[in-house]
């Protein structure tokens, strides 16, 4: 299901499908939230949940928490963050809400997650699969553009 279900954000980001919706002025970390919500459809149901999103942060926290202090050291959180980009993207200081340089794990999981505000159109804590847009209805830029000098025959720039 991850595969097949892309979120506006893509469109959002590259300025394709106009500047109306609830992503046109999400944030760029918002957005990198958004673009990972399949990734926390636990049971598969096409439906993600506060919950889920709080079982899977809370389970990456578990792998990475090495010494089993509570917290998550900068160290600890860059070995999380391998697990899933969208902690890179973010970034340890975003998740340090109290500035101490350590990550709990009511600083991680508890802080409310930007893609249910902005797409949990229905306020119930659930991105229901008709709240998330299919790969379908989006056009990432790179199809639309002409491909350049193309080799003759390979259908791909460069022949490869």
């Known amino acids: 299901m991850r595969g097949v279900v892309v979120l506006a954000a893509l469109a959002a980001l590259s ?10 002025s999400a944030s760029a970390s918002d957005m990198a939230f958004v673009t990972a919500v399949a990734t926390w459809d636990l049971n598969r149901d096409g439906n ?43 970034g340890f200081n975003y998740f340090d809400a109290d500035g101490n340089g350590r ?3 009511a600083e991680l999981a508890d802080k409310p997650n930007p893609a249910f505000a902005l797409l949990d159109k229905n306020g119930d804590c659930v991105i229901s699969s008709n709240e998330q847009v299919h790969l379908a209805d ?23």
């Open 103 to 105: 990550v709990s794990l």
């Open 48 to 90: 993600v949940t506060c919950n889920e999103w709080k079982q899977y942060a809370a389970s990456l926290f578990k792998d990475a928490d090495r010494d089993r202090d509570g917290f998550l050291s900068p160290q600890e959180f860059q070995t999380m963050s391998r697990k899933d980009r969208l902690f890179e993207t973010i």
């Open 15 to 24: 300025g394709c499908g106009g500047n109306s919706g609830p992503l046109a």
């Open 138 to 160: 989006t056009k990432r830029p790179e199809e639309s553009r002409p491909v350049a000098n193309p080799i003759p025959g390979s259908g791909r720039p460069g022949g490869y």
